[in-house]
């Protein structure tokens, strides 16, 4: 047989959209006690001339009721009340109530455990709990309060709200007026406006029209001038033909016998017959056939029509870059338009379009090219939440004034990172040298310079100097799962190495002795130096990238390593180099023991290599000569100062 579908969704009379009900459907909500007395008492009303019998007097003689039971589920007059309910057994107990014919019980039970009555207030979910709900369910952890404490606490405040609004009677007439007046003054400036478009319309039609003319009869007189000009021409030409003009006049003249007349007038025609054949050797067309004077080109008219908008419309908004970030959450900024009016608010909407690794069209996601709206903003900035990891995602905003919006800004694009965003600072006792690096009061900006006592000892040395690396680490470790971050290394640099390193290892590069004025001083500079001549095989519990002079070294290929591009695995150094990204990603998967190298700006795997995961790593930066590094924004940790 057919089973009743369950209601999942109910209008909603005010914004006339679906409310999702859950999976419980309509069995998750509350009886509405309150309603069901309003409507019960308006019912005794409409029902008043009718009255409700006794169900147990039979007729003619059955009397009007007086009393219902609710257990009973009976209507009673007085006298089989009495006999119904004797005094001093359980029936005498029940619960009565006027005449009604709606025998519902008045218990209020937990939807989600519907064999118990709710007894308790939640002041978190503000709504009605049992007692189980409190012991174990979704509201272990929440303040409650008695059921009676809250009846009388919430019954106050509605009546005083009631109190409120009725002693503001007076005040909602006249707000009332005002709407009214409001809604008269809309529908005739709205007519007024209207009218006006139309009028604008019409004159640029009547404009249009106008210059279509004019132009139409500037072609026309052209054309007619050029024909006749051709026209002339070619009936100077026939005239040269035989038997007629020019040349039937001379070929007569030279049958003229008289020497004295033919010399008189065969000078003149030799003249005339001299400037034809000149014409004739330097023919040219006495008007041109090409109209391309005349080619009318109507774009930037036809982009002036499209973007015609009314006079309080604003210019599109333009997002910022340069301050703009996405990893898991996206941090979008942008600029205002250059009109100086105040808007109303901006909509910011995003869509995703892929990954990295595959273009538009091969993503076949349902939500690929659906615009998502975030709600109103009233900044010029806003942050979107829940973006999927290691996609592409497009943004684009605009803005409103007075319910009018403006043209959307140009759209860009933005790569989410492979991995969630890791939160850091800089660890300042990790035991880092203070002479040499210089951390900032928020710890995400490292600064290496030359300490005091370095130039000091420097003093003694006349042949040169051997300058060590100051490691600085973060302080947060990893010990599982995959996690990104990323931050900007100053173009100016002179060598930083940026990667990870296990503690274990950690200790042996802050607790060696060294002597950094020393030329035999010689700190493990680590398996991915660009100038090795070797490279490892073996996973070590460190990797690190060099950088430095506004370049990016690519480390020698290994069986355990990978690179973005097919030259950098060559021996020419000049093949590992790349240009420095403006901003560096480090991904570490703990569990697959590997660490991953990015171009934060394009989330192109720039290089990728085994590391020994074997205790918790650490992010890691060395800094040799001047140099800076500086988190990203989601990279920090919050500071509470």
Known sequence: GSVTPRITTIPCPGCQHDIDLGERGISMLFRNFTLESIVERYRQAARAAIAIMCNICKPPQQQEATKSCMDCKASYCNECFKLHHPWGTPKAQHEYVGPTTNFRPKVLMCPEHEMEKVNMYCEVCR????????????????????MSSAYKILKEKLAKSIHYLISKEDQVRTQITDLERLINQTEENGQLAERQANEHFER???????????????????????????????????????NSGLVGYAQEVLKETDQSCFVQTAKQLHIRIQK??????????????CFDEFVLDTSKEETLLKEMCFGGVPDPPLIDLSHSRVYNEASICWRLSDDHLPTDHHVLEYRKLGSPSQSPSQEDGEDRGVWRTTDRVYGSSAMVQDLDQNSLYAFRVRSCRNSMFSPYSPEVTFYTPPAPAFGFLFSDKCGFSSERLVL??????????????????AERVQTGSYIGLDYIIGDTGISQGRHYWAFKVEPYSYMVKVGVASDTKLLEWFHNPRDTSSPRYDHDSGHDSGSEDTCYDL????????????????????????????????????????????????????DAHRVYFYDADTMRCLYERQVDCSGTMYPAFGLMGSGKVQLEDFTMKKLTF
Do not use: W
């Open 276 to 289: 034809a054949t000149d014409s004739l050797k330097t023919f040219h067309p006495a008007a041109d056939p």
């Open 440 to 457: 900032n009061n928020r710890r995400d900006t490292v600064e290496s310079v030359a300490g005091l006592a370095f130039l000091l000892a």
């Open 539 to 590: 996973s070590q519990p460190f990797t690190l990238l060099t950088l430095g002079m506004g370049k990016l070294f690519i480390p020698k290929a290994s069986s355990s390593s990978s690179v973005s591009s097919g030259n950098a695995s060559s021996g020419d150094p000049g093949n590992r180099m790349l240009p420095m990204p403006q901003r560096i990603g480090v991904c570490l998967d703990y």
């Open 127 to 146: 709504r009605p709990v049992c007692h189980l709900c409190k012991l174990g369910g979704s509201h272990a952890n929440h303040k409650v309060t008695s």
């Open 204 to 242: 640029l039609f009547e404009t249009l029209q106008e210059r279509k003319s004019e132009m139409l009869r500037s072609i026309e007189q052209s054309r007619n001038r050029r024909l006749d000009q051709l026209k002339t021409q070619v009936e100077e030409y026939q005239g040269m033909l035989e």
